[in-house]
Nanobody, 122 residues
């Protein structure tokens, strides 16, 4: 089993920045990926960004390209999401997720954290 714990959320003004962290523990998979999703009130959960754990290939939703950067420190089992130039529409609960393969990297995740709230004021 895999456990994921997010941190770093909070309240920020539009144009500001936040960095989210995700600490992972438990079984690791060589052919694996981790990603970030978000869900705003009344909306479906949506893909934000993902990274292949070994190769480091990254993927981003069009809505965050150029503003968000996903990264990881493999030796520490830690995932990050650097969020710059935040907009009110970025307000959501952000979830860290992990999957056992790199297939379906924008979906089909196996493990989820509890989420951390990000609120962007205008």
């Amino acid at each position: 089993q895999v456990q994921l714990v997010e941190s770093g959320g909070g309240l920020v003004q539009a144009g500001g920045s936040l960095r989210l962290s995700c600490a992972a523990s438990g079984r690791t998979f060589t052919r694996s990926a981790k990603g970030w999703f978000r869900q705003a009130p009344g909306k479906d959960r949506e893909f934000v960004a993902a990274i292949e754990w070994i190769g480091g290939m990254t993927y981003y939703a069009d809505s965050v390209k150029g503003r968000f950067t996903i990264s990881r420190v493999n030796s520490k089992n830690t995932l990050y999401l650097q969020m710059n130039n935040l907009k009110p529409e970025d307000t959501a609960v952000y979830y860290c997720a992990a999957k056992r393969t790199i297939v379906g990297i924008t979906s089909e995740y196996d493990y989820w954290g509890q989420g951390t709230q990000v609120t962007v004021s205008s």
